[in-house]
DNA sequence: AGGCTCTACTTTGGATCCAAACACAAGATT
DNA sequence: AATCTTGTGTTTGGATCCAAAGTAGAGCCT
């Protein structure tokens, strides 16, 4: 999976999250190796690939479609990682945490608190915060004891709404969105005192919950609907 | 992905879990084709498929190497199909269950006592109880509101100990696999109704606790050590 | 003698060619 | 007139060829 090959898995990936293909529409080796400029080798690899991260779906016997996601799908590709981080959270918190970790996340804490210490968000906050929390994310997954929980987060992560990255969407309501930030951060450090104290179901409640926030938290921080619920 | 292609990761596959290449060891794309007696071609397309699945590991920038699974490993896959079974057995019971489901879970269960009803177990009994279990955790999984949990667990189950029918290993004591089974019978029943009754959180846990049993279970039921615990 | 570099070989990735399977359509038969 | 059958065209799967990248080994230089 040298450049090329990588490379066309990730463009057909981002193609298909920017919606170049309708949903459930059928894709053909050739059109799309032609559309990519590359034979149609790499073409067959990346569908392959592509099935199994689930963005595409076999069409009968012939070829692949795009598949079609519905609120139910996003909503349950969200309740699945919370559900997994949350595992990783519990388990963490029962083999306890060590030192290394406890500083690590605190980095990622500290960060948060000086990121919102100002009272009002920049643009590009938000990408200093899509760091820092993929980091912070990272950090606790990484440290479940078996990247089996982190491997499956990652597939579940190639449906492009479920990653917890996508948080920040509107670019516009920043102050809608630096609400939303500031009950994230309290989560996160929620979330490390109860790694802190050895309390498994707590922190894997917060964990859960802490997933649902670019999806039902919309609606609470005000302003009307918006672009806060499903995509 | 015709008969040969898939019969390549099938094959591959299969070879993995009877642990035909050692862990660790390193998977050239000409020796497996040789191998198999097919060209490169179906042996690329299959090793990104099993990449995906994680039985495949990148070895460097030089192809791949079968990946080793610890008893860690083996611990947390079997933890993962429990939460996210817990997951769908707690949407279920929120959304409250079908009529049609309710009667097709009734005919597991009657299925399971009817195995169990003579008091012994034979040899025959262990592929009839797999098959009915694989339906009732099917038809739980399959009617979760979207195939996006059944996606999780089902790349969850590529791991070849993770699997739910992967209960039932050791047919020389029947006796105490008749006790597991006696267990796992009951815990269906108690999951179909804490379903009934809408108990979202009781259907969460019992199916959690219930992904343990080919795990943790066997060392409770008595005759020593044996292959009750992780393989 | 140790380290660096250059070369040769191994291995993977991409392109193209050929065969097989499937779908669609048109024609023939009952 | 409806259905079955046959034929053609499209599309995918498998094999082979070529190029590029990487590794290991040997030789040379310090």
Redesign the pocket.
Same mark, same amino acid.
């Given at each position: 999976?040298?450049?090329?090959?990588k490379? &066309?898995v990730s463009r057909l990936r981002k193609l298909i999250g920017e919606g170049a293909y309708r949903p459930g529409e059928?894709?053909?080796? &050739?059109?799309v190796?032609e559309q990519l400029? &590359?034979?149609?080798?790499?073409v067959?690899?990346a +569908?392959r690939t592509l099935e199994q991260e689930g963005l595409l779906q076999r069409a009968?016997?012939?070829? +692949?479609m795009v598949r079609e996601f519905t609120d139910a799908d996003v909503l349950c590709a969200v309740e699945v990682r919370g559900v997994l981080e949350g595992l990783a959270a519990r388990r963490l918190a029962e083999q306890g945490l060590s030192a290394d970790l406890d500083a690590e996340l605190q980095v990622w804490i500290q960060k948060g608190r000086e990121l919102l210490a100002k009272g009002y968000l920049e643009e590009r906050d938000i990408d200093a915060w899509s760091e820092l929390n993929h980091h912070f994310h990272e950090a606790i997954v990484g440290s479940a004891g078996s990247p089996v929980i982190g491997d499956a987060i990652a597939r579940n992560n190639h449906l492009p709404f479920a990653a917890a990255d996508s948080i920040v969407i509107d670019s516009e309501a920043l102050d809608r969105e630096y609400r939303k930030l500031q009950l994230a951060q309290i989560q996160h450090e929620l979330v490390v005192q109860a790694l802190r104290h050895g309390e498994g179901a707590r922190a894997e409640m917060l964990m859960r919950e802490h997933a649902f926030i670019g999806l039902r938290y919309g609606e609470l921080l005000g302003l009307g609907a918006g672009p806060g619920g499903a995509r």
């Open positions: 999976m040298s450049n090329s090959d490379s &066309v059928r894709l053909g080796e &050739v059109a190796s400029g &590359v034979s149609r080798t790499p067959r690899l +569908f009968g016997k012939r070829g +692949f």
